[in-house]
């Protein structure tokens, strides 16, 4: 099975920056299945939103709230995705989440990623805390 495992979080003062690291275990590249990545995060008393995605063809998009301020890339070589954080804002404040999803490459499996629900593997989370 996929594990998430993230790492990277702390405390930083509002336009600061911070990267987060999400090591993936339990999954190969292959023709037949296309995994598509995500970081999320949730604060207190907030539902879990979107904060960007990787697709398989290393495209990206991201949520308005983050875009031109967080990037999100990755080392398929070591199997590690990253979330380079810039201008961090105090509303940046929350755990934040590496998800997975793993499809078959057919129809339009491979092009959904911006719902919790769309993605089926977790990590733990690791804390971000921006002091204004």
């Known amino acids: 099975a996929v594990q998430l495992v993230e790492s990277g979080g702390g405390s930083v003062q509002a336009g600061g920056s911070l990267r987060l690291s999400c090591v993936v275990s339990?999954?190969?590249?292959?023709?037949?299945?296309?995994?598509?990545m995500g970081w999320f995060r949730q604060a207190p008393e907030n539902d879990r939103e979107r904060g960007g995605t990787i697709y398989s063809d290393d495209s990206t998009s991201y949520e308005p709230s983050v875009k031109g301020r967080f990037t999100i890339s990755r080392d398929s070589a070591k199997n590690i995705l990253y979330l380079q954080m810039n201008s961090l804002k105090f509303e940046d404040t929350a755990m934040y989440y590496c998800?997975?999803?793993?499809?078959?490459?057919?129809?339009?499996?491979?092009?959904?990623?911006?719902?919790?629900?769309?993605?089926?593997?977790w990590g733990q989370g690791t804390q971000v805390t921006v002091s204004s």
């Open positions: 339990g999954y190969t590249y292959n023709n037949r299945y296309c995994m598509v």
């Open positions: 998800a997975a999803r793993v499809a078959l490459r057919s129809g339009t499996a491979c092009l959904r990623g911006t719902e919790v629900g769309d993605f089926g593997y």
